[in-house]
């Protein structure tokens, strides 16, 4: 939503609700955003609260609702009753097959993503994989619009950067994504073990149980560097643009935003084998279907350039263009 409203055109107003646990200390918005926070937390229990509470609020003064993710959709129905206003609705992922999610919890989410293609005007969905579960009867417009990405290349690797993060003059692999079981860190770092081979795997570790077992199993590992929550994008950055090779293992993921960020760095990728990575990458990149098959990869040490996606590649996540794909929904 930060870049949707700092790279928006002049005829579009947003209003855009923040949730109560956001950074208070952020810059003041562009013209034509105006940020209302409420006191409701964005995520857990609270976020369906949240949701609602968003929608009830703005619904009778605006054109266009862009729902980022479908969990308070099923107002709609009734709201319409009363006023037309247009819905567009990213549905996010296929969030009911992550295992943290409870039964119920994954009953709700399904039930919300076949809603949004009936009480929406326009679904977007970030992954042309995400066809194969859009329903046979569907009301709305879909399309596929992938997040953007940009690299920052204002640092250089000094003496400062390289007593904070003393791997970055190796040669290093390196992983991005949140503490999540599907997300694989655990067969990752394992790989590693015992391998001359060095990993960077930055995650927000301490967010979560499994997080802290990763970081509880692998933190002696001389050449395993766990990095707990790094939010500084210039420094997240030099550690993207100087490593060996990107390692993605996101399994649920649509278009994974840091694999986006890797393809415009410009490095090698080695991925695990999904058909939303493989379309993410337009087939560019090492795509391994087993960690054993990942192993003996990194046993065999090869020149990994040609796993390097093209700029044509990169040029499809565009910040600009991807901009105007949503706002020609509106």
């Known amino acids: 939503m930060k870049n949707l409203a700092e790279r928006k055109s002049e005829k579009i107003t947003y209003l855009i609700f923040n949730s109560s646990d956001s950074d208070k200390n952020t810059k003041l918005p562009p013209d034509g955003v105006v940020v209302k926070r409420l006191w409701l937390k964005a995520s857990g229990f609270q976020g369906l609260f949240y949701d609602f509470w968003s929608i009830l609020i703005c619904y009778w003064s605006i054109d266009t609702i862009l729902l980022l993710g479908v969990q308070g959709i099923p107002l709609i129905p009734f709201l319409r009753m009363l006023r037309k206003v247009k819905i567009v609705s990213n549905v996010g992922g296929i969030e009911w097959e992550r295992p943290k999610f409870g039964f119920f919890s994954k009953i709700y989410l399904k039930f919300c993503f076949r809603l949004s293609f009936i009480f929406s005007d326009t679904v977007i969905l970030d992954n042309p994989h995400y066809l194969l579960f859009v329903p046979q009867r569907t009301k709305a417009g879909v399309k596929i619009i992938p997040y953007g990405g940009e690299i920052d290349i204002s640092l250089y690797v000094d003496q400062g950067f390289e007593a904070k993060y003393p791997f970055i003059k190796r040669d290093y692999y390196l992983s991005i994504s949140r503490s999540l079981e ?16 060095a990993l960077v795997l930055i995650s927000n570790l301490t967010n979560s149980e499994y997080g802290l077992m990763i970081l509880n199993k692998y933190k002696d590992c001389k050449n395993i560097s766990l990095i707990n929550g790094l939010y500084i994008k210039s420094e997240l950055d030099l550690i993207r643009r100087n490593c060996k090779a990107y390692i993605h293992t996101h399994t649920l993921c649509g278009t994974a935003p840091s694999l986006v960020e890797m393809i ?6 080695i991925s695990v084998d999904r058909p939303q990575n493989r379309y993410t990458l337009n087939n560019q990149g090492f795509f391994y279907s087993s960690f054993s098959e990942l192993q003996i990869l990194l046993m065999n040490n090869p020149d990994l350039k040609e796993f390097t996606p093209s700029r044509e590649c990169a040029k499809l996540y565009d910040w600009n263009r991807v ?7 509106y």
């Open 323 to 329: 901009i105007n794909e949503y706002e020609s929904c």
């Open 264 to 269: 415009i760095a410009g490095v090698p990728i």
């Open 182 to 197: 599907d997300n694989h860190l655990d067969e990752l770092c394992n790989c590693f073990l015992n391998s001359r081979h």
